[in-house]
């Protein structure tokens, strides 16, 4: 069988053309309708474009790369029907069914872009009436026998390290690694600099954030470059400062590493067995590997797997009934509104960089868009395309289960709400901020801090049942100065 294969912008490696598929014609389409549709940040339409096209200029003649409105169309201009890997989104999967019907696909092939099928995945949560990542977590390690012993039990006879791997930043404000690796730059990025530049002096993008060196891999030589110098780097010091902020850091110690996962250069299960290795060869303690393939193995095919088994109308969840408009200085990146030094750091990333590291996304920006009650769909709509490694995939579980406890407890126990103490203790921000963690009212006090009160007081009622909140909702009950803050908080316009 020669048919053509044809790729999505997030199947560009190796093992989305190995087996039978090598070899054959590959086609790549360059649709305008998705580069358009949304707002996304200008640096993420940079990788994918650039992605595409060294694939494209890597493999010569295999690759047709074409540029048509929509995907349709660029198949009808290819001209031949082709076989494809299932998509990762709602959107691409039922158009490439409707394709199959139509003949266009002639097949559908399972994405080896995770380490588990769909199927699979409903077997394992069919007789459970609770999903726990932790679970499922450890499954996977015994299933792909990763830091387990033969007896299926885990390599230094602990599953979980969390607890080593939450440490606040070092007292001398920096974490002792190297830069990370980036990319040099080469012509391709030339041209999808002036592409993108006269795109948008069109009017045919209106991309949000600024311009900027590319920083993270596009091609799969990029991409194994990224992972070794992590590992080298910085996969021993990844564990203890995972949820640690530095105001002058963005890096810290993270991998750096979903723009090339997401965009299918890196096989996850060859990812966490390079970082079992380094545990295996003694190069990296075992809680900073355990932490790292808690990310890989657990978080992120969980969350993969969770977009399709909760199903579409999980996004509509609303739990904790928060209709607040996501503010313009927010969906339009301008940290310059903003005085809370942690909120501003996180957005000033975003609009710099199209990245923010998770312990920013999730106790910052997601903290914050969980106290003040930002609308979850809109705000999941912005983390989809306001990051350089957003897809439809990650949100759910992430934005509406995770960060914003619209569920009403699927994927999280609690919500992640905290005050200014919490920003305190794991970062710099609060030293060199003009609010007060401390206070809770008046002129510095703390959006946080304050607006961590104001969350519990107007959702108490909704909360009260969950026995994870009673401490905090005790709390609450005992802050003489409450009403005083609430009101504060209702009228606060500047954080
Ligand atoms: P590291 O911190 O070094 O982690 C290593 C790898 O683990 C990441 O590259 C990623 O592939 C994986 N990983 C870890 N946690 C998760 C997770 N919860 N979900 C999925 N993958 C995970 N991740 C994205 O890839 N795209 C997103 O758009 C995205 N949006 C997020 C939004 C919110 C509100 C939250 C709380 C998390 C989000 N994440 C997202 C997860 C995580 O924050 C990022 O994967 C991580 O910050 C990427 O940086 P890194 O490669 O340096 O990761």
Redesign the pocket.
Known sequence: DETPLWLFADQLGPHFRGGDLAGRPIVLVESAHAFAHKRFHRQKLHLVLAGMRQLAAELGDQVTLVRAENYRAGLAEFGSPVVVHEPHSRAADRLVRRLRDEGVVTEIRPTPGFTRSKADFAEWARDRHRYLMEDFYRDQRRRLGILVEGDGEPVGGRWNFDHENRKPPPKQRTLDVPKPWHPRENEIDEQVRADLDRMARDGRISPVGVDGPRRFAVTRAEARRALKR?LDDRLPT?GPY?DAMLGDDW?M???????P??LGLLD?LDVAEQAAARYEDGSAPLACVEG?VR??LG??E???QLYWHLGPDYLDHNRLQACEPVPRWWLELEPEAVTAHCLRTALTGVRDRG????IE??MV??NHALQRGYRPRELTEW??TA?V???PW??P???IG??QYADGGIVATKP?AAGGAYVNRMSDHCRRCEFDPKVRVGENACPFTAGYWAFLDRNAGRLKDNHRMRRPLDGLARLSDLPAVVDQEHRRDHF
Not at 253 to 259: F, I, Q
Not at 355 to 358: M, N, P, V
């Open positions: 992590f990844f995972q890096a110690s993270h991998a750096l590493l979903s723009v996962l997401n996850p790292f990310q890989i978080w992120r969980w969350v993969w990245y923010a590291h998770h996304r999730l920006l997601g983390f989809a990051f490694d957003g897809f990650v949100m579980a992430n934005v995770m960060s992640y």
